[in-house]
């Protein structure tokens, strides 16, 4: 029932930051936990960083210190704020939300490239 929309994917470049916006169609104080993962071409989709409602947070380690989630539970949006991005970063991100009894739901994924 859940619906995750994404945007703000694109091309920026190496160094640059870019924001990435998941808006969901329920509260997301329904969630257990929300996130981001990434999938680049030939390789299995990788968490990048995830927060739970009670405020535990997992971050890849090639994202801590780059990425935050910043949300905004008046918007029911969960965002990935990324800076200081690498070519390694280029992928395909999708949000993630998981409900009670580990139901989850997945966006339709954004591309984001860092080229020069």
């Known amino acids: 029932q859940v619906q995750l929309v994404e945007s703000g994917g694109g091309l920026v470049q190496p160094g640059g930051s870019l924001r990435l916006s998941c808006a969901a169609s329920v509260s997301i104080f329904n969630f257990n936990a929300m996130g981001w993962y990434r999938q680049a071409p030939g390789k299995q989709r990788e968490l990048v960083a995830r927060?739970?409602?009670?405020?535990?947070?997992n971050y890849a380690d090639s994202a801590k210190g780059r990425f935050t989630i910043p949300m905004d539970n008046v918007k029911n949006t969960i965002n990935l704020q990324m800076n200081s991005l690498k070519p390694e970063d280029t992928a395909v991100y999708y949000c993630n939300v998981v409900r009670e009894l580990g139901y989850e739901t997945w966006g339709q994924g954004t591309q984001v490239t860092v080229s020069s």
């Open positions: 927060i739970s409602n009670i405020g535990r947070t």
